[in-house]
């Protein structure tokens, strides 16, 4: 089933304000705090109906039930937009859509219910417009981009979209055997003397790490996805279906069993670099033994803001993502050849003026 929000003044569509936080129409004016709407699972919705009364003024506002065809998990639903009456095909990871005829903001609460609905979400701090103008500063910051890159007035599309990631807690243990030397030289009479003084060392720690991330989406580009952290995670906001209204939004391909291998991976690098951390003062550290064990205690399935901007440059699109709380921004820009030419020719300028100094206060040749 599909849900579109109205708005119980005027009836038109209503949207997540990433300002208020709240659902608002852009025709009347009209909020509505999202925390007053309950989540309801599909199967709670009566079919034969398209309005639900609730008992407070606040509340009390039209989630649409839009006509749909039964779906199965590896098939595309059809639905007709209430709004104005087109039909739409979307593919079946898709949990959260605008028409594209209408702009319509639309909502599959099938596809969020049960073992897909998400536990929590992070939702949009930052909106349409906010992200625009970041992403135009952005650009005219970079020093080895083209003038016409820094322009920024290529942007062929700006889209809000809630990405799948799982949330894991995890305890790592490791457990370490290294031979170590400490060196140390020292003159006595005509003699130059090395002393090098052996060390057996025994680490062994037990760490834990809350909510490291992992985006359980097959589209999304994993190394673009990781380079967008950190989230306040403290911002985490139980799952609503409001939270989605007005932007995309996608379920999951992988579970958290499938992505433990890379979460697993990671930590591991954590774990061992703690313990490297651990074994210092030493001149060498020759490993015999290291053993790394992590262990999931818990994973949520949740969605984070994501504003995915393609900027058309030179007949060539190159796609940024930006955090759709923080405003960090992450891509490879194009690269200007001529600025970077000037770049290495200004280095190498200022390094021959040093050295040129040095030798002039050492007493040295001067080149």
């Known amino acids: 089933m599909v849900i579109q929000y109205k708005c119980p003044n005027c009836g038109a569509d209503m949207a997540y304000d990433s300002t208020s936080g709240m659902l608002h129409c852009d025709s009347c004016g009209e909020n509505i705090d999202i925390k007053t709407i309950k989540n ?12 639900s009364t609730h008992s407070s003024k606040q509340d009390d506002f039209t989630e649409t039930d839009v006509n749909s065809q039964t779906f199965s998990e590896d098939e595309t639903v059809e639905y007709q937009c209430q709004n ?43 909106n349409k417009e906010q992200a625009q103008e970041a992403f135009k500063k952005w650009c005219r910051k970079g020093r080895l981009t083209p003038k016409g890159f820094m322009t920024a007035d290529r942007i062929k599309s700006i889209t809000g979209l809630y990405v799948p990631f799982w949330l894991y807690d995890l305890n790592g243990q490791g457990e370490a055997n290294a031979d170590c030397t400490k060196v140390r030289t020292y003159t006595q009479g005509e003699y130059i003397y090395t002393e090098t003084s052996h060390f057996n060392v025994y680490r062994k720690v037990n760490l834990n ?21 950190p989230y306040n995670y403290e911002e985490l ?10 932007y995309l939004a996608e379920k999951y391909n992988y579970n958290d069993r499938e992505l433990f291998d890379r979460v697993r991976e990671r930590v591991t690098d954590y774990v061992d670099l703690y313990i ?92």
């Open 40 to 51: 309801q699972d599909s199967n709670d919705y009566n079919r034969s109906e398209t309005k």
């Open 209 to 229: 790490y809350l909510k490291v991330p992992a985006d359980a989406s097959e589209k999304m580009n994993d190394k673009l996805m990781d380079k967008l952290e």
């Open 84 to 126: 104005c009456g087109a039909v739409l095909i979307t593919d079946k990871n898709t949990t959260a859509t605008t028409c594209s005829f209408c702009g319509a903001g639309v909502v599959l609460a099938d596809r969020l219910s049960g073992s897909k609905a998400p536990a929590k979400v992070i939702p949009f701090t930052i």
């Open 237 to 246: 906001k139980t799952f609503n279906m409001p939270y989605l209204a007005g």
């Open 276 to 367: 490297r951390d651990t074994i210092n003062g030493y001149t060498t550290t020759s490993y015999n033994q290291k053993d790394i064990l992590i262990k999931e205690r818990n994973a949520d399935y949740v969605l984070l803001p994501v504003w995915m901007v393609c900027y058309d440059y030179k007949q060539s699109e190159h796609t940024f993502a930006m955090n759709g709380q923080t405003g960090k921004i992450v891509g490879k820009p194009p690269l200007s050849k001529g600025k970077i030419a000037a770049w290495f020719a200004g280095v190498s300028c200022a390094s021959f003026i040093v050295i040129k100094i040095i030798a002039i206060l050492s007493g040295g040749p001067v080149l």
